[in-house]
């Protein structure tokens, strides 16, 4: 559960740390899986997972959102998947797997497919 403390001090973060150039803060969300997964270690702007309600079979639902500095490359990877880069120059797609009556959604910021 975020704390007050901690909702202020990622706000305090987020206004502090505003895009240069090109770039801009794109956010990357799921309503029911949680905060898409990063493995790939992308600078996060910022991170966030809400209750949104219980279900009987799969627990807990999460809507979750993370933020990432970056900008649109104009290209696509082979998945037809946008490419983005990051501030740090790592380039990257979004995943989107929809959830189904049995399980929830889920994100995933990965390297694109040449």
């Known amino acids: 559960m975020l704390t007050w ?44 997972n809400a209750f949104v309600y219980n279900t009987v079979r799969n627990g807990n639902a999460y809507r979750g959102e993370v933020v990432i ?10 998945n037809e998947r946008n490419v983005y880069e990051a501030e740090n120059g790592q380039v990257f797609v979004y995943r989107y797997i929809p959830g189904d ?7 995933l910021l990965e390297e694109p497919k040449l």
Request: charged share 30%; proline share 7%.
């Open 5 to 48: 403390e901690e909702l202020q001090k990622q706000a305090k973060f987020i206004v502090e740390n505003q895009p240069t150039g090109d770039y801009e803060d794109i956010s990357f969300n799921c309503r029911t899986g949680g905060a898409p997964d990063n493995k790939i270690g992308l600078p996060e702007v910022h991170r966030c």
């Open 69 to 78: 500095r970056a900008r649109f490359t104009g290209a696509k990877d082979r």
């Open 101 to 107: 009556p049995c399980s929830f959604d889920y994100g």
